[in-house]
Each structure stands twice: as structure tokens, then as C-alpha cells.
């Protein structure tokens, strides 16, 4: 298994800047796929931002230009810078990871609460 832990989440005001970081467990998996989910009560669950092993990159139309996903060299970690906060970036947001190998296999944070509010 794979264990996801989050962090960077918080408070900031419209215009804020903030890092998400998601650093996996486990290094035996081959993490091909990584990004980035958010939620809002009652509603579904949104891709945000991902980024493939080899460094491909896709971004939902509501964050182009604001936010940027990146991956460490060990493939294990995924990053999520994000500018120009707006209040209805507001979510919980999760980290995902998808395992080819062994696999194939879907992993998720916890979540972190974002927060774009004056």
C-alpha cells in the first residue's frame, strides 16, 4: 500500500498564493500518474491538476494560468503551486496517485483544507 500525506493547506486572502505538497510512502510502487482532486460539500469530487511520470501535465480549465503542478526527481512526491487564489478555489483538496506497477492500483490523501477568504 501506499500512504499519501498532505500538507500545505490553510487560510489565505483572494489574490493569496499557496503550496500544496503530497509525499507518497512507499518507493516500490511506480507512481505513473499523480495529481491533484478537490471537493466541496455535496458536490463531486474534481480533477484539479496531474502530472504523469514523464512529466506531462493537464489542468482543469477553472485554474489554467493560476496554478501549477510539479513532481520531485524520485517520482514520489507531487506539488501544487497555487496564485491568484479566488474564494471559490475554496475546497478540501486530495492527493491522488495511480500505480501501473504493481497495479493496477488508485491511491488518496486524507485532504487539506484550502481557504480563500478575506
Known amino acids: ?43 463531486q469530487r474534481e480533477l484539479v491538476a496531474s502530472i504523469t511520470i514523464n512529466g506531462d501535465t493537464n489542468y482543469a480549465d477553472s485554474v489554467k494560468g493560476r496554478f501549477t503542478i510539479s513532481r520531485d526527481n524520485a517520482k514520489t512526491s507531487v506539488y501544487l503551486q497555487m496564485n491568484s487564489l479566488k474564494p471559490e478555489d475554496t475546497d478540501v483538496y486530495y492527493c491522488y496517485a495511480h500505480s501501473a506497477s504493481p497495479g493496477p492500483l488508485d491511491f488518496w490523501g486524507q485532504g487539506t483544507q484550502v481557504t480563500v477568504s478575506s
Open 1 to 43: 500500500q501506499v500512504e499519501l500525506v498532505e500538507s500545505g493547506g490553510g487560510l489565505v486572502q483572494p489574490g493569496g498564493s499557496l503550496r500544496l505538497s503530497c509525499a507518497a510512502s512507499n518507493r516500490i510502487f511506480r507512481l505513473n500518474l499523480m495529481g491533484w482532486y478537490r471537493q466541496a460539500p455535496g458536490n
